[in-house]
């Protein structure tokens, strides 16, 4: 399996994952808005990928998985967030990790890309 479709299939279970963790996280009402952010930001890194896949070019290509990568600091942002306001939550810190490694392989991703544009 090539690092594309191993990412693609990562980043899809991982959405999964996040929204099975909004389902159940059982927010109180003034922390909801961290729960949609989290929802968008940690399903759109898949999305992105997808689509990636269907690039124009090679600079479309590089430019979705920028993207990815830049949703999945971002979710990582909103897994701390909610860690820190909920501590009790496990599932959260396998995120976090998750998410840090999908980072890694997404930045060599867009790197090793970008060299050959």
Same mark, same amino acid.
């Given at each position: ?13 991982? /959405? &999964?994952? !996040? &929204? ?13 808005? !961290?729960? %949609? ?6 399903? /759109?890194?898949? @999305?992105? #990928? ?6 124009? %070019?090679?600079?479309?290509? #590089?430019?979705?998985?920028? !993207? ?15 860690? @820190?306001?909920?501590?009790?939550? #496990?599932? =959260?810190? %396998?995120?976090?990790?998750? /998410?840090?490694?999908?980072?890694? &392989?997404?930045?060599?991703? =867009? #790197?090793? %890309?970008?060299?050959?544009?």
């Amino acid at each position: 399996m090539n690092q594309e479709s191993n990412i693609a299939k990562r980043t899809f279970d991982f /959405s &999964i994952e !996040i &929204i099975k963790l909004i389902g159940k996280a059982n927010l109180p009402f003034e922390y909801k808005p !961290i729960g %949609s952010q989290l929802l968008r930001a940690g399903t /759109s890194i898949g @999305a992105n #990928v997808e689509e990636a896949q269907a690039a124009e %070019s090679k600079a479309d290509f #590089v430019h979705k998985y920028n !993207i990815a990568l830049k949703e999945a600091r971002e979710t990582k942002y909103w897994l701390k967030l909610l860690l @820190a306001i909920q501590s009790q939550c #496990v599932e =959260v810190k %396998s995120l976090i990790q998750e /998410s840090d490694e999908i980072c890694k &392989i997404l930045g060599r991703i =867009v #790197v090793n %890309s970008r060299k050959n544009i």
